[in-house]
């Protein structure tokens, strides 16, 4: 641990952590916040499946396009422009509750939420000794889950005082405070960017060739599409399941969403100070699928019958498998990058990933209202997470990398 705290690390790892949480926190806000703003804005709550494969089809392109701006502007400036659009949106939508000006906001959140993956990837892999990396990693994707948290617990209560239109406003001076706060620290860790450097569109293919150019960051990038796909189908859905489904409260639906969140923090901790010490990252990403699995089939057959306790059960077992797991993707995605090629590498993973998250609202929503009904629509998740898990378990051996 000494070793670790020599390096910048000391200083990059808590900017990343902020930096994260609240970019991520302005994405789920309008997971919160559906079963109000639906009536205002004309659509049906389902439709926050549109509105987040919208933000996530824009983090995509936004992600694979960051390598170049990241080596010209550096990594702090570019998360202080991302956490400017990200705050931006958000208040615009609060601003104007209109459904088309709610898409216009989840095209800036997602401008700003692309960049903050490669973003940290390339700073926290510059700076950290490579036996610490999934550790690293892991605490730093600690963000995405405490900004869902933080959705999950600020904004019921501002609803409930005022509405949801000043609860996203509220929350949304977060983000805009933030980069200014980070500029003290900038030239301390932007320190390796080059202004001289050209902006050019072939960073976008660059980075999609690093992955399917390697057998092992193809797989992975496939594991994870699978993974996050089931991740936002029940992060987005959480709260309206329990909300118009069950007849719960409000509170009670936004505290079992940051009881989801609140989990994935000590449990990306955790896979992270094990992976690479008592099992391979590959086999415990394998584990981790299967225990998505088992928690998504439990919340199946939720009833509002069931105790406080054996709800909050499930969410921490959702909590720490289906939010739990990105750290050591990215992670994984850094470890088995080509030399220099970590940015790029993030990014092109970050699109495969961002696409499991734009496709699976959606899809979700669809068998939701098509197909069934919620518990279809939790069996095909888990089908999917199981059948990734043990194909990750089947081919662990060839996953590990000297």
């Known amino acids: 641990m000494r070793e670790l705290l020599q390096t910048r690390v000391r200083i990059a790892l808590p900017a990343m952590l902020a930096i ?22 004309g659509v049906k709550s389902t439709s926050i499946g549109i509105y987040m494969a919208v933000l996530y ?3 995509m392109l936004s992600g694979l396009g960051a390598g170049s701006f990241l080596a ?7 998360c202080q422009v991302a956490l400017l659009a990200a705050g931006l949106g958000l208040g615009l939508a609060g601003a104007v509750p209109v459904w088309s000006v709610a898409i216009a906001a989840a095209v800036l959140i ?69 980069l200014f706060g980070v500029q003290f620290i900038r030239n301390d860790l932007d320190d390796d960017r080059n202004p001289d450097l050209r902006i050019s569109l072939a960073g976008i293919t660059d980075s999609l060739r690093v992955i399917v150019t390697s057998g092992r960051l193809a797989t992975l990038a496939a594991a994870g599409y699978f993974y996050t796909f089931a991740q936002m189908s029940i992060l987005s859905f959480m709260v309206i399941f329990l909300e118009e489904a069950n007849g719960l409260s409000t509170e009670f ?50 009833t509002p019958a069931w105790p406080f306790w054996l709800t909050a059960l499930v969410a921490v077992m959702l909590g720490a498998s289906t939010n739990g797991v990105l750290g050591l993707l990215l992670s994984e995605f850094a470890r088995l990058a080509p030399s220099g090629k970590v940015g790029e590498a993030a990014g092109g993973g970050q699109f495969f990933l961002f696409f499991g998250i734009v496709s699976g609202p959606p899809v979700f929503g669809a068998m939701v209202e098509f197909g069934g009904g919620y518990a279809n629509a939790f069996y095909l998740i888990a ?19 000297s």
């Open 110 to 178: 997602g401008i700003g939420m692309g960049p903050l993956n490669p973003a940290s990837s390339r700073i926290l892999a510059r700076h950290s000794p490579p036996r610490w990396m999934p550790l690293v990693f892991s605490v730093k994707q600690t963000g995405t889950p405490m900004g869902g948290m933080l959705a999950g617990l600020l904004l019921p209560p501002l609803m409930a005082l005022y509405d949801w239109r000043v609860a996203i406003m509220a929350i949304a001076a977060i983000p805009l405070l933030t």
């Open 253 to 302: 639906a936004g505290g079992i969403f940051a009881i989801i969140h609140g989990s994935a923090i000590p449990a990306r901790v955790f896979w992270g100070l094990i992976a690479g010490r008592l099992v391979s990252s590959w086999a415990l990403l394998g584990l981790i699928g299967s225990m998505m699995s088992v928690s998504i089939i439990a919340m199946s057959f939720f």
């Open 57 to 59: 089809i824009i983090g």
């Open 72 to 78: 010209r502007y550096g990594v702090i400036r570019t």
């Open 383 to 401: 089908a999917a997470t199981l059948a990734t898990g043990f194909y990750l378990l089947l081919t662990a051996r060839r996953g590990r990398v």
């Open 20 to 41: 994260q949480s609240f970019g991520t926190m302005c994405s789920f806000a309008g997971a919160v916040v559906a079963v109000q703003a639906s009536a205002d804005l």
